[in-house]
T-cell receptor, first 115, second 116 residues
Framework: DAGVIQSPRHEVTEMGQEVTLRCKPI?????LFWYRQTMMRGLELLIY????????DSGMPEDRFSAKMPNASFSTLKIQPSEPRDSAVYFC?????????????FGPGTRLLVL | KQEVTQIPAALSVPEGENLVLNCSFT??????LQWFRQDPGKGLTSLLL?????REQTSGRLNASLDKSSGRSTLYIAASQPGDSATYLC???????????????FGKGTKLTVNP
């Protein structure tokens, strides 16, 4: 299995630009998570999908952030417009059914720098 | 508020030493607790998962314990090696709460350096 796939791995953009991060979960997993990691705040859950439906988006910072999961094999996290404080590593993770007993599998992350 | 704290933030030890990483959590109503490893520039890899009904889990040189009542977990690494150098994160899986969903709450990690 290829694991969780994220693209791009690195993104450098200018303030005000739109940024789209992509994630392909592990086949057969029905839960998908977007996290953001910074030195100051550590790893924070942004949004969680179950069976393609957003369950909890309380961690999404503000209206500039949006996430979609149009099907079981693809999700996007969009930031529009981007700001320097959005600079962080964004991780996508997926887990199989029965997630209370199972771990989450993390992708390699997208390192975002907003200038 | 559900918080996870890890102490120390960084630890440097000589090769071969046994060591303990600590994790504490504020809300003991948990599903499970997990320890992850993160290498620089990489994602997280799950090391051990302890269900709320369990007291410990072992994998090779790693042993993780869980004391729900006191809100604490430890990760014990025996005979440390330079390859163990990484950041170790503790994460607690909390059940559904009023106004919230099941979620994994992470500590900020302990950065471990094992010197040859």
């Amino acid at each position: 299995d290829a694991g969780v796939i994220q693209s791009p791995r690195h993104e450098v953009t200018e303030m005000g630009q739109e940024v789209t991060l992509r994630c392909k979960p592990i086949s057969g997993h029905n839960s998908l998570f977007w996290y953001r990691q910074t030195m100051m705040r550590g790893l924070e859950l942004l949004i969680y999908f179950n069976n393609n439906v957003p369950i909890d988006d309380s961690g999404m910072p503000e209206d500039r952030f949006s996430a979609k999961m149009p099907n079981a094999s693809f999700s996007t996290l969009k930031i529009q417009p981007s700001e320097p404080r959005d600079s962080a590593v964004y991780f996508c993770a997926s887990s199989p059914p029965g997630s209370r007993q199972e771990t989450q599998y993390f992708g390699p992350g997208t390192r975002l720098l907003v200038l | 508020k559900q918080e996870v704290t890890q102490i120390p933030a960084a630890l440097s030890v000589p090769e071969g030493e046994n060591l303990v990483l600590n994790c504490s959590f504020t809300d003991s109503a948990i599903y499970n607790l997990q320890w992850f490893r993160q290498d620089p520039g990489k994602g997280l890899t799950s090391l051990l998962l302890i269900q709320s009904s369990q007291r410990e889990q072992t994998s090779g040189r790693l042993n993780a314990s869980l004391d729900k009542s006191s809100g604490r977990s430890t990760l014990y690494i025996a005979a440390s090696q330079p390859g163990d150098s990484a950041t170790y994160l503790c994460a607690v899986f909390y059940p559904l709460t009023q106004g919230g969903s099941e979620k994994l709450v992470f500590g900020k990690g302990t950065k471990l350096t094992v010197n040859p």
